[in-house]
């Protein structure tokens, strides 16, 4: 991963001051080659790294406990920041019923798409009307009717024998039925050609004319990789659109395509689409699409669930009553307890930048003894377990023998935690904040 790469650059540079220009640009080039694998296009690259090279020269790098953490950190902001910040919402009919118009390359995921969004606007009280406006394919119509039905959401359809082969027609009718039948939402599939094409193209344009869209969403297959640039510039002219839809994000493309094309377009990725099912779609997140982009896993992900993890208002309560030794085996169960959910991802934490720090302590960590400590406390009663001077020789026995172990097992866990609180007392009363108390091991 760049975060890996950028370390072995970084290795002796540690604590050296000010990089040097040999440094910035050996950073340069892995920033450009874990773009470049990622599918950004070239030319967005080029401008991106130039940018990124900038700020790696002042002193927010220069001045980093660790530079090559402070670089990856720098590309991940300005990605988030290229790739839109905060995601844009879509805009709706002041009057009348909203239109949203796909468009894209055959295959791009436009039929699944439209009926993944019925289903989203659905769920948010909105009463969608899907339109069947690609009458290219003999198929088209059918695979967007199905659709409709696993989504429980109408479609409007040419009639057999009526009218048939306008899909500007169709989708002009689709709005008035819309209009009379009260759906606030009109969704228009539109055909799609396996390459770019006049005749496709204004077909496009011709309807987006027709029923005048709020919104034109570009839906592109984030597979394609660098041919993503040049199909979203041609839709552009061709037809023009307001936002863009990646699709096929379950599969294992980088996602950089998605910031060539709002690089180069100026449009915003609105939403993602990521699997088969049709709940498989979400509004899109820049931040995580950066975390993708740079190879870095479920990053936030891995930071949300951590922060869960470790709850701030009950690592306060420890704090506060190990200051004033009310700490009990109870706190400490609920630690470990804690501490466990850690341990299961104790190897993705150690990729987080800022968590090799803690890489050793997590490695090292064995959730059995987790389970042996747990099951000794939780065989002492609530009032043993805020007042451990209560253990006694018999407490002890009856309690290894309800936890299934030995009582010097019951013993040792009694000394650890009474050395560890008294340690993390005598810790707090000197200011500095506690740490876990007495991890295992
Ligand atoms: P269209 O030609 O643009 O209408 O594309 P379709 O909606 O017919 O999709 C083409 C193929 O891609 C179909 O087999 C879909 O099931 C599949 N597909 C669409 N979206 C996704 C997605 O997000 N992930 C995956 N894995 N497949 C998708
Ligand atoms: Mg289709």
């Known amino acids: 991963t760049l975060s890996d790469r950028l370390a072995t650059t970084f290795k002796n540079i540690r604590g050296k001051g000010r990089l040097t220009d040999a440094d910035i640009d050996a950073t340069a080039r892995e920033i450009r080659i874990a773009l470049l694998e990622a599918d950004?296009?070239?030319?967005?690259?080029?401008?991106?790294?130039?940018?990124?090279?900038?700020?790696?020269?002042?002193?927010?790098?220069?001045?980093?406990?660790?530079?090559?953490?402070?670089?990856?950190?720098?590309?991940?902001?300005?990605?988030?920041?290229?790739?839109g910040g905060e995601t844009r919402r879509l805009r709706y009919a002041k009057t009348g019923p909203t239109?949203?118009?796909?468009?894209?390359?055959?295959?791009?995921?436009?039929?699944?798409?439209?009926?993944?969004?019925?289903?989203?606007?659905?769920?948010?009280?909105?009463?969608?009307?899907?339109?069947?406006?690609?009458?290219?394919?003999?198929?088209?119509?059918?695979?967007?009717?199905?659709?409709?039905?696993?989504?429980?959401?109408?479609?409007?359809?040419?009639?057999?024998?009526n009218g048939v082969g306008n899909p500007?027609?169709?989708?002009?009718?689709?709005?008035?039925?819309?209009?009379?039948?009260?759906?606030?939402?009109?969704i228009?599939?539109?055909?799609?050609?396996?390459?770019?094409?006049?005749?496709?193209?204004?077909?496009?344009?011709?309807?987006?004319?027709?029923?005048?869209?709020?919104?034109?969403?570009?839906?592109?297959?984030?597979?394609?990789?660098?041919?993503?640039?040049?199909?979203?510039?041609?839709?552009?002219?061709?037809?023009?659109?307001?936002?863009?839809?990646?699709?096929?994000?379950?599969?294992?493309?980088?996602?950089?395509?998605?910031l060539s094309i709002v690089q180069i377009t100026g449009k915003p990725v609105m939403f993602a689409s990521n699997g088969e099912k049709m709940t498989d779609f979400?509004?899109?997140?820049?931040?995580?699409?950066?975390?993708?982009?740079?190879?870095?896993?479920?990053?936030?992900?891995?930071?949300?669930?951590?922060?869960?993890?470790?709850?701030?208002?009950?690592?306060?309560?420890?704090?506060?009553?190990?200051?004033?030794?009310?700490?009990?085996?109870?706190?400490?169960?609920?630690?470990?307890?804690?501490?466990?959910k850690l341990g299961s991802m104790s190897k993705l934490m150690g990729m987080l930048p800022g968590m090799g720090q803690f890489r050793e302590q997590l490695d090292n960590f064995d959730e059995r003894e987790i389970d042996r400590i747990q099951a000794i406390i939780q065989s002492m009663t609530p009032a043993e377990r805020a007042n451990p001077k209560l253990l006694d020789g018999s407490r002890r026995a009856r309690i290894a023998k309800g936890s299934g172990r030995q009582v010097s097992d019951v013993n040792q866990l009694i000394q650890r935690f009474t050395e560890a609180s008294k340690m993390m007392k005598q810790l707090a009363s000197g200011g500095g904040m506690p740490g876990m108390p007495g991890a295992p091991g």
């Open 168 to 186: 500007v027609d169709v989708a002009r009718d689709a709005v008035e039925e819309a209009k009379r039948k009260l759906h606030d939402v009109v």
């Open 40 to 83: 950004v296009a070239l030319p967005v690259v080029r401008e991106f790294v130039g940018r990124v090279k900038e700020r790696a020269r002042g002193e927010e790098v220069s001045q980093a406990l660790n530079p090559a953490q402070q670089i990856v950190k720098i590309v991940n902001d300005e990605l988030v920041t290229i790739l």
């Open 99 to 161: 239109v949203i118009m796909l468009a894209g390359l055959q295959g791009a995921g436009k039929t699944t798409l439209a009926a993944k969004l019925a289903l989203w606007l659905k769920e948010q009280g909105k009463a969608p009307l899907l339109v069947a406006a690609d009458l290219q394919r003999p198929n088209a119509v059918n695979q967007l009717q199905v659709n409709g039905e696993r989504v429980g959401v109408p479609v409007y359809a040419p009639q057999p024998g």
């Open 282 to 340: 979400d509004l899109f997140h820049p931040d995580r699409m950066a975390g993708r982009i740079l190879d870095m896993g479920d990053m936030l992900t891995l930071i949300e669930q951590a922060e869960k993890t470790f709850d701030q208002g009950q690592a306060e309560k420890d704090a506060a009553k190990i200051a004033t030794g009310e700490f009990t085996l109870e706190d400490f169960l609920k630690q470990m307890q804690q501490l466990r």
């Open 188 to 258: 228009v599939d539109t055909a799609g050609r396996l390459g770019i094409d006049e005749e496709l193209m204004k077909q496009a344009a011709d309807i987006k004319a027709a029923v005048n869209p709020d919104e034109v969403l570009f839906v592109v297959d984030a597979m394609i990789g660098q041919d993503a640039v040049n199909t979203a510039q041609a839709f552009l002219d061709g037809v023009g659109y307001d936002g863009v839809v990646l699709t096929k994000l379950d599969g294992d493309a980088r996602g950089g395509a998605a």
